[in-house]
């Protein structure tokens, strides 16, 4: 058994609730740029600390009138916009319990989570929403109350509290306790009917006060500047609201983007120029492949490559050096490093807005390469590890020790423990209540104290974890050999032309692979060898691509032992994609229904 514990950064409050902060700052910092919008025009429009109180005051004012009262579940079912934090805080004003519910979720999930939830009032973005509640409404006798933000809630709700005193909304807010209930969130359900992660006002704090005492720092593009960060993770997702929570108890100025695309998002990152990020290893490595495929077009592949090797040993030189492993870059190294900047990595930081020196990244692991080649091109990214019933992060790299290839070690406050099996347990003020009508459930993931993640792991002597798997997703061939699935997968989804991997094999006597293709990067394939654009269909049998994800396969292969490697795969034809069912809003496969959804092409794959 391995444990390893990092003293809290911050105390832990006695008294009050996350709706607290927004009537300080306007108290203590009313100018201070709290969020930004946009407007009809799409340009960005400042809301100060003093506008976003008074905002957040006319709302729960309304929400108290429409009949909200303290304790009440009020789900909201939205892509991450402003009104999101908007409807977030004035809620926990009011001491009600926000139900986040994915904007893709179908009819049947929303019905299952409202019921189990027992919502009393919801809050959608669009008629498609709204028709999606409607649909299943005579199942659920104690919904009242149903808003459209895109059918003007905001106001509606504004008027319908006019009447109202402030103190009838601050004597709802002060009798709040850290122990009240702040919010469910439902897991994704990769597996099975989602659960419903019961959080506190304290979970949130004791998560977002220690990251903010410890990242602090890392906010900034430059000391003394205001910090700002451009928010578009699903604010279903718990990774996104604790960020939420995060940057406006840090004081961070938030601006909201509601599609997690990169061809959407490195527009507004240009015009927002957020001071750092976070995000999910799927943006990076996307910015990374558009960057790349640039580069190809333009006839500048060879220097782009090397840009990316001499990043990368640079990054990986300075590490050792923080380590006390090593010397850090020779100066042959920073010279060639200085040139690169100036023709690549400044082009690259300028896609992400130009002042972004930082990022976190989570929900998935990142490859090594991928982050030393970040940091070495001036961004450095804090690879860290959580889940929801952690209230998102657990640990996280340290700034001055960043190990490329781990999630880091324990965020202040909290201990890790790697068990005898193998699987990773936590312990902290972060972690959940339970369960919502699910004890069994609790019990079984709870144990004196500790949550049982799941996860396997391995920790270091300075104490940084490595997720090698998880429990439930190793695979057992019928010659009795283990394989864990998720660094093969990655490996192969590190080629530019795929897009996502699984790996199957269990019960079968040798593991395979489903791959899908990227629709960009092999547009852009063919353009390069002046191939006609083809048919997906009859893309996935082009020897020359075949060729390609082959060479994917055997390069993913020299990591594992001959019994564990992929033997055979199938090129699909369609993605894998959240709208069907596949993927999970946080871009996780679903196993279980890709393998039904595929059970032919699987079965083929042990014929051959």
């Keep these: ?152 809630a905001e106001e509606e709700l504004r008027r319908a509290g006019a009447h109202l005193a402030d103190d009838v909304v601050h004597r709802h807010r002060l009798a709040l306790t850290p122990d009240t209930v702040a919010t469910v969130i439902y897991t994704s359900g990769t597996t099975g009917r989602p659960k419903g992660c019961v959080l506190t006002h304290a979970n949130f704090m004791a998560e977002t006060d220690n990251i903010v005492a410890r990242y602090e720092p890392v906010f900034h593009a430059k000391p003394g500047d205001q910090p700002s960060t451009l928010l578009f993770l699903p604010l279903a997702h718990v990774f996104g609201r604790m960020v939420e929570v995060a940057m406006l108890r840090g004081r961070v100025t938030i601006g909201h983007q509601p599609q997690l695309n990169a061809a959407v998002l490195l527009p507004d990152l240009a015009s927002f120029r957020p001071s750092f990020i976070l995000a999910v290893p799927y943006i990076f490595e996307r910015v990374f492949a558009a960057a790349r495929r640039k580069a190809e077009t333009e006839g500048r592949l060879g220097p782009f490559d090397k840009a990316v090797e001499t990043a990368t040993r640079y990054a990986e030189a300075a590490e050792h050096k923080a380590f006390g492993t090593g010397p850090g870059p020779g100066a042959a190294l920073r010279v060639q490093h200085q040139v690169y900047d100036r023709l690549v990595y400044s082009k690259l930081r300028a896609a992400l807005g130009g002042r972004c020196r930082h990022a976190v990244s989570g929900g998935s692991a990142m490859e090594r390469w ?149 629709p960009e990067a092999v547009s852009h394939w063919l353009t390069m060898r002046a191939k006609p654009e083809l048919a997906v269909g009859e893309l996935v049998s082009d020897p020359d691509l075949e060729t390609e994800i082959r060479r994917a396969v055997v390069a993913a292969n020299t990591h594992v032992s001959q019994a564990e490697s992929v033997r055979t795969f199938r090129i699909l034809a369609a993605q894998f994609t959240e709208e069907h069912g596949l993927l999970t809003p946080s871009l996780k496969l679903k196993r279980r229904a890709i393998e039904e959804a595929y059970a032919t092409e699987i079965e083929a794959l042990y014929q051959q």
């Excluded at 700052?25 to 799409?42: F, I, N, S, W």
């Excluded at 916009?81 to 319990?97: C, H, K, P």
């Excluded at 189990?116 to 005579?138: P, R």
């Excluded at 993931?445 to 049982?452: A, F, I, S, V």
Aim: some cysteine; aromatic content about 8%.
């Design 1 to 152: 058994m391995q444990e390893f514990t990092v003293p809290a950064a911050a105390t832990a409050p006695q008294v009050g609730g996350l709706a607290d902060v927004v009537f300080e700052h306007a108290a203590t910092d009313p100018d201070r740029v709290a969020l930004a919008r946009k407007d009809a025009a799409g340009q960005w429009r400042d809301i100060s600390a003093a506008d976003f109180r008074d905002e957040v005051l006319a709302l729960a004012k309304g929400l108290l009138a429409e009949g909200v009262r303290f304790g009440d579940r009020v789900a909201i079912m939205s892509r991450t916009r402003y009104e999101w934090t908007l409807f977030d805080f004035a809620l926990w004003s009011v001491g009600a319990q926000s139900v986040p519910l994915y904007p893709t979720s179908s009819a049947e999930q929303v019905l299952w989570m409202l019921h189990d939830a027992g919502v009393s009032a919801a809050v959608v973005e669009h008629e498609d929403h709204a028709m999606t509640v409607g649909s299943v409404i005579d199942r659920l006798p104690l919904l009242k109350r149903l808003w459209q933000l895109d059918a003007d």
């Design 370 to 518: 991928l982050g030393l080649f970040f940091d070495g091109a001036g961004m450095r990214i804090f690879e860290g590890y959580g889940l929801t019933e952690a209230t998102a992060a657990a640990t996280a790299n340290p700034p001055e020790q960043t190990r490329f290839g781990t999630v880091g070690r324990p965020i202040p406050g909290t201990t890790v423990r790697v068990a005898e099996d193998g699987e990773v347990w936590l312990r902290g003020g972060q972690i959940f209540q339970g369960y919502l009508n699910s004890p069994q459930a609790t019990d079984e993931t709870l144990r004196d104290g500790w949550l049982t993640t799941g996860d396997l792991g391995v920790l270091d002597e300075d104490g940084y974890l490595t997720i090698t798997g998880r429990k439930k997703e190793i695979l057992v061939t019928s010659s009795g050999k283990t394989v864990a699935p998720g660094a093969l997968e990655d490996r192969v989804r590190a080629h530019p032309l795929v897009s996502q991997c699984l790996v199957v094999g269990d019960d079968r006597p040798y593991v395979a692979a489903l791959v899908t293709l990227d």
